[in-house]
């Protein structure tokens, strides 16, 4: 999809209500299925984070931003997932944390991002994390310079890809609640995308394929 295509959708995209848990649950595998609702876990008092999903033209078409995680000692190494992190006590509010966070992952500013809308939080259970989606564009070809300690991989994603079907697979995992399960996912380029990050993906599709009416 041209960038052009997309950006004039975007007040559509912007004033269409969220699709939630619905749009969500299409990527979730059984066992994760009891943790859909976010608001059955505040009682745990999970730490707050927030990511952004950056949309941007690159030659003429429509790029989303993904990034590998580099290894480290936590459940989340090495997984594919959005720029983003935890919030912080200097953070004005959770847009401020995803963008903040974008800047230091991948180098691309706050002023460089127009925030389009917030998407449905998701509850991690492994980590007690209430994760905040935004959905952000950048109107230009972003320079993206990622973080050495933070950053493994730089996976850019055209749209017309994310809202193919072909790419949505069962695949078998490892994960931190069950030993080999099969597991919804988003295979793209050798790169599995799948928990958290492939349910938001799976709302941004479906609100983008009603916005557009694909």
Not at 38 to 60: C, D, I, N, W
Not at 147 to 157: G, L, P, Q, W
């Amino acid at each position: 999809m041209t960038f052009e295509t997309f950006f004039h959708q975007i007040h559509a995209i912007k004033s269409s209500e969220l699709l939630g848990i619905e749009a969500q649950e299409v990527m979730v595998p059984i066992e994760r299925r009891p943790y859909l609702d976010v608001e059955q876990f505040k009682e745990r008092h999970p730490r707050t984070s927030a990511v952004m999903m950056l949309l941007y033209p690159k030659e003429g078409d429509t790029s989303l931003l993904l990034i590998e995680r580099a290894t480290y000692k936590g459940v989340h190494s090495g997984q594919v997932g959005f720029p983003g992190g935890k919030f912080e006590q200097s953070d004005v509010d959770l847009e401020t944390t995803a963008l903040r966070e974008t800047m230091e992952e991948v180098g691309i500013t706050a002023n460089q991002i127009e925030v389009i809308k917030p998407f449905t939080q998701v509850y991690i259970p492994p980590s007690n994390f209430i994760v905040q989606p935004f959905l952000g564009i950048i109107t230009e070809t972003p320079t993206i310079v990622p973080s050495d300690y933070e950053v493994a991989n730089i996976i850019e994603m055209p749209l017309n890809t994310l809202l193919d079907d072909s790419i949505v697979q069962n695949v078998y995992l490892q994960t931190s609640y069950a030993d080999y399960i099969n597991v919804p996912a988003f295979v793209y380029n050798d790169y599995t995308i799948w928990g958290a990050t492939a349910m938001m993906l799976s709302e941004l599709k479906e609100t983008i394929k009603l916005s557009i009416r694909i």
